[in-house]
């Protein structure tokens, strides 16, 4: 009897022992994913083996602040171009002045770049996401508003879309608001039919109240345009790598899931019928819209962009993952890369949320 209770402390001692074992051998060979090599290298872009990126911080969505780190669609968007480009990322608030980024080696390219107010000398990319002074409404069926009818717009005070509804529909069609976010509010509350607003920041702002807005464009204001990829005007070897994998990024889906992320659809804009003929360079001073109260915080009237994104990464927390791991592949359109945050971070992506 003494035997087998022997016999069977010794075969659980050796079965634990073994246990730890395979315990230790999964902690200490983890799985990683193999990264892709660089198709870029010095003195294409700045520094070897990192993609710098300039965003604008008081463009959210494109790009703010949340949660100490830098956040937003272009900084989704530039974490897959990234990853495609074998690149861990950097990213770069410089500003409203993209040139002087470009012209100092301060980034090898620049995101959110309006091609209707392109100045400087830099290559642009064709579009990856559309722009345009928007009206929304909150039914498709609303209609659409016609210059001598009573239609109502609230708008943000002293921008380019209160401009454009006053210049279209005269000053009396226009309650002006302290911000983007209370126009919604006069739209939700009846206080007006529709609510002026640059396509983009609209929906985010709009998506981005308590309770989430569900609403419609039913119209341009101005001719469409949109956001592109700004590169050194001499650096063309950048222009054609990064250029290639951007419009993959747009082609094979990837953008459109970012998109979903941050504003809960995808935005699709040039089949929209247009009631002014001016174009974004035809406001004068009158300045852009902000999503938020201050214009600073991507994360402020948003939720950190929490909309269910078919696998799309959460650019909220991104900032924590390790130099080198740009691991995930942004080409199947099937998540955004991860790598948002401060500099030296990497373009990995989890694709989890």
């Not at 993209?98 to 392109?118: F, H, R, W």
């Not at 879309?161 to 209370?182: H, I, R």
């Amino acid at each position: 009897m003494r035997r087998r209770q022997f016999v069977m402390v010794a075969l659980t001692a050796a079965l634990a022992c073994m246990t730890g074992m395979l315990v230790g051998c999964n902690s200490s060979n983890s799985y990683q994913p193999a990264l892709k090599s660089a198709q870029v290298a010095s003195p294409v872009i700045g520094e070897d083996g990192t993609l710098r990126v300039g965003v604008n911080t008081e463009n959210p969505p494109l790009a703010g602040m949340g949660s100490g780190k830098i956040i937003g669609i272009d900084v989704d968007i530039a974490s897959a171009l990234a990853d495609q480009l074998g690149l861990k990322i950097s990213i770069v608030d410089v500003g409203s002045d993209p040139a002087a980024a470009l012209a100092d080696k301060k980034v090898d390219v620049v995101m959110g770049i309006d091609a209707a107010n392109v100045e400087g000398d830099y290559w642009t990319s064709p579009s990856y996401l559309p722009t345009g002074i928007a009206v929304f409404a909150l039914s498709a069926d609303a209609g659409i508003p016609e210059e001598g009818s009573d239609a109502t717009f609230a708008a943000q005070q002293s921008s380019k879309s209160a401009w454009a509804v006053s210049n279209e529909f005269g000053e009396g069609a226009l309650t002006p608001t302290d911000t983007l976010k209370d126009a919604f509010v006069a739209l939700r509350d009846g206080q007006v039919k529709y609510v002026a607003a640059d396509a983009i920041i609209g929906l985010y702002a709009a998506h981005g109240l308590d309770e989430g807005l569900d609403v419609s464009i039913v119209a341009m204001l101005m001719k469409p345009s949109g956001y592109c990829m700004a590169v050194a005007a001499d650096n063309t070897d950048l222009q054609t790598a990064a250029g290639d994998v951007l419009a993959n990024l747009v082609s094979n889906g990837t953008i459109d899931v970012i998109e979903r992320k941050w504003l809960g659809t995808s935005v699709a804009l040039d089949t929209l019928p247009v009631i002014g003929n001016a174009s974004a360079s035809d406001s004068g001073s009158a300045s852009g819209d902000t999503g938020t109260d201050s214009g600073d915080s991507a994360s402020d009237g948003s939720g950190d962009g929490s909309s269910e994104g078919d696998g799309s990464g959460d650019s909220g927390d991104s900032g924590d993952s390790s130099d080198g791991d740009s691991s995930g592949d942004s080409g199947d359109g099937d998540g955004s890369g991860d790598g948002s945050g401060d500099d030296d971070t990497s373009g990995s992506e989890d694709g989890t949320e």
